[in-house]
């Protein structure tokens, strides 16, 4: 894709899904590349895709919610590459429950990982960003960041809040004048580790959730959505929706507007099984 060679780009939970395709067509459109994640395994197996590539990487061991080691790290890319222009803040992991018999731990964890990950990897590259003088922030949140849905209370509530920060983000950087674009980015389903990795209340049974999401409802591939994040990107677009799911939710709940849990209400009784019965 055009726009992106000489570009350095940073991605976040790189070992896997998303950001392991990002990584991958970044490195085939040109650009240089930070990549991160937790899981070392999944991490090797996306840098030696990129070298094949030929692409100029640089791979670490980054946990998201680790503020300090996040911030030294956005300085050792910036002093590795010289400068950064994009960062793709992708990490993320899900949990499903519902509210009364969620535990505390559930909710922060996914707090931690899906809204202050997406804070400490903004906060820590803005200033690299600006002094590039060609920055883009790209904050994946979800369709779960447009609605709601029972026992996605935890994961709604981190992916609302990175929609609201980023979307204030884009209106400060335009407003103060400052050379840094900023998307938002909502996928619907997409066949990726998420479901899988993900957990859940006691009482159930996170392999069968996994199998309903990827049987039913991750349509559109990994590949797909990278595609479509980069074509948002390179367009400046504010807000990108991946998947005729996401682009059919998205008018749905705007139509309906707060009577659109009605609408969904069949749907998501069968896909988010109750945890409090
Ligand atoms: N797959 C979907 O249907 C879907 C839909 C909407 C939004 N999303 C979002 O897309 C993003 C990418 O998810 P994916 O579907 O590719 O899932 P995935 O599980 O395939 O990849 C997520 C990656 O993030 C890494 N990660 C988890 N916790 C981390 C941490 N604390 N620090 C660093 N890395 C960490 C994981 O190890 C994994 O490699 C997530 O933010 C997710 O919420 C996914």
């Known amino acids: 894709m055009q726009g992106f060679a000489g570009k350095v780009a940073v991605v976040t939970g790189a070992g896997s899904g998303i950001g392991q395709a990002l990584a991958v067509e970044l490195a085939r459109s040109g650009a240089s590349i930070a990549i991160s994640d937790v899981d070392t395994d999944g991490l090797s197996v996306t840098e ?31 002093n590795h590459f010289g400068k950064v222009n994009q960062i793709y803040n992708n990490a993320g992991i899900a949990f499903t429950g519902d509210v009364e018999v969620s535990q505390f731990k559930d909710i922060e964890r996914v707090m931690d990982v899906d809204f202050w990950g997406v804070v400490n990897g903004t906060k820590a590259f803005l ?31 981190a992916k609302f809040a990175v929609r609201g920060f980023t979307e204030a983000l884009r209106q400060e950087m335009a407003v103060g004048g400052k050379p840094v674009k900023v998307t938002t980015v909502h996928p619907g389903g997409i066949r990726t580790a998420i479901a899988r990795n993900a957990s859940a209340v006691e009482g159930l049974d996170a392999e069968e959730l996994a199998k309903v999401f990827d049987k039913r409802l991750a349509k559109t591939s990994p590949e797909e959505a990278a ?31 707060p009577h659109y849990a009605r609408l969904f209400s069949g749907v998501t009784s069968k896909l988010m099984p109750s945890s409090t019965h």
């Open 227 to 257: 595609r479509v994040i980069m074509d948002g990107v390179r367009r400046n677009k504010a807000r990108v929706l991946i998947g005729n799911d996401a682009r059919i939710l998205d008018v749905l709940v705007r139509i309906t507007g």
């Open 127 to 157: 200033p690299h960003l600006i002094e590039s003088g060609d920055g883009h922030v790209i904050n994946v949140s979800s369709v779960f960041g447009l609605f709601s849905v029972p026992g996605q209370a935890a994961y709604n509530a």
């Open 48 to 78: 030696q895709r990129l070298k094949e590539i030929g692409a100029n990487v640089k791979a670490d061991r980054l946990d998201v919610t680790e503020r300090e080691a996040f911030l030294l790290y956005a300085d050792e890319v910036r």
